[in-house]
């Protein structure tokens, strides 16, 4: 117990698709949604998280203009007061927590230091956990950023997603990086963590300093996210899953390493497939995570869409690819495959 009457503020970050959102959920699940207030930060205008979490309320409050950690503080800030002052009028239920999820692209850095440096929020909020999701599979890849690095060094704990799908001894280096890297933070894995505020604090906890080993030192004169930018691609819907996956299959192929992040929501047309159900798509580089159905459409406005961030790839590419794939889809539906131009024809 800390006598600490403030709110506490958990930060749950990680690497863009590590886990966290799927993370979030499964700690949800588990208490009364009053409990926790949720704030959730995404890249992109067009969000996704704040629906694929399972809560559209009034504390779910989606933040979507830019990255918390640089573009948008200040709207962290305000987002943080608006919450209590609502609170305080009994708009909203008297919630115990606030939790926050970093886009991951975030250096939770910046974040910690909104709170313990902002006098007003200070008195009403007090940092609790940073809780960082570490993709086993694609930990290599991620490792080279440096808000990994920063995610990581501010974390208390540490939970490695994918250990499923990562080979053994894989994870078992990263366990052993990770050790070595914050020796500090407690390590475990996503599927079977608790809600970070069940946990005992793990330190004795001098923000200030990990509120400058979560900013990563390459940013200071630099634009923090170089060359990635998010956009959106609205597809006309009910989508043809055939002619969506072979055309996703061929856009990874070519351009999977420009692709930091997909995350999509689809109305699909196809034989057996539960109508009226959206099918959530996830994909990372070449990677895309097996379909989710989710058992309704979330926010009601049933428009299919898929959300990339990406470097070197722009959202005017994207879409003239996908409408020649149609084009040539809807000639050629039914060619076999090797009657078909391949990926470079839509490029
Ligand atoms: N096999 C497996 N898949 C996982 C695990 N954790 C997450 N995933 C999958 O990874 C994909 C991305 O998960 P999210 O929870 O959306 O990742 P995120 O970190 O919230 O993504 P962003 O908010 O875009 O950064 C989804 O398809 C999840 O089902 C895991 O431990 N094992």
């Not at 305080?88 to 239920?93: A, I, Q, S, V």
């Not at 057996?272 to 459409?297: D, F, I, K, N, S």
């Amino acid at each position: 117990m800390t006598g600490d009457a403030r709110l506490p503020v958990g930060v749950l970050t990680g690497s863009l698709g590590s886990g966290k959102t799927t993370l979030l959920r499964q700690w949800l699940q588990d208490s009364p949604a009053a409990e926790t207030a949720v704030l959730i930060n995404e890249f992109g205008a067009v969000g996704l998280d704040h629906l694929l979490v399972g809560r559209i309320d009034a504390d779910t409050v989606l933040l979507d203009n830019g990255c918390i950690c640089c573009a948008i503080r200040g709207e962290l800030k305000e987002a943080l007061w608006r919450l209590h002052q609502r609170r305080e009028r009994g708009e909203l239920p008297a919630f115990q927590r606030v939790l926050i999820e970093t886009t991951g692209l975030a250096a939770p850095g910046p974040v910690i230091a909104t709170l313990i440096g902002d006098a007003q929020l200070r008195q009403v909020f007090r940092p609790a956990h940073v809780a960082t999701v570490v993709d086993a599979l694609h930990a290599a890849t991620h490792a080279q950023r440096p808000e990994w690095q920063a995610q990581v060094a501010a974390a208390d704990r540490l939970y490695l997603s994918k250990t499923d799908l990562a080979r053994p001894q894989d994870a078992e280096a990263l366990r052993a990086q990770l050790a070595r890297l914050n020796p500090l933070a407690v390590l475990g894995n996503s599927r079977q963590a608790l809600p970070a505020w069940q946990e005992q604090p793990v330190q004795e906890s001098n923000w200030l300093a990990r509120a400058i080993a979560g900013t990563p030192r390459s940013r200071k004169g630099q634009e923090p996210h170089g060359s990635i930018q998010a956009f959106c691609l609205e597809l006309d819907g009910p989508v043809d899953w055939c002619a969506l996956t072979l055309w996703l299959t061929w856009l990874l192929h070519r351009h999977g390493e420009r692709v930091l992040r997909l995350k999509g929501l689809v109305a699909v047309a196809a034989e057996g497939w539960p109508q009226g159900q959206p099918t959530v798509l996830h994909g990372m580089g070449h990677l895309m995570h097996a379909p989710e159905h989710l058992a309704e459409w979330p926010g009601g406005d049933g428009r299919s869409r898929l959300v990339f961030i990406a470097s070197g790839l722009n959202g005017q590419q994207v879409d003239d690819s996908w409408q020649s794939f149609q084009r040539f889809f809807a000639q050629d539906n039914g060619a076999q495959p090797g009657a078909a131009p391949g990926p470079a024809a839509f490029h």
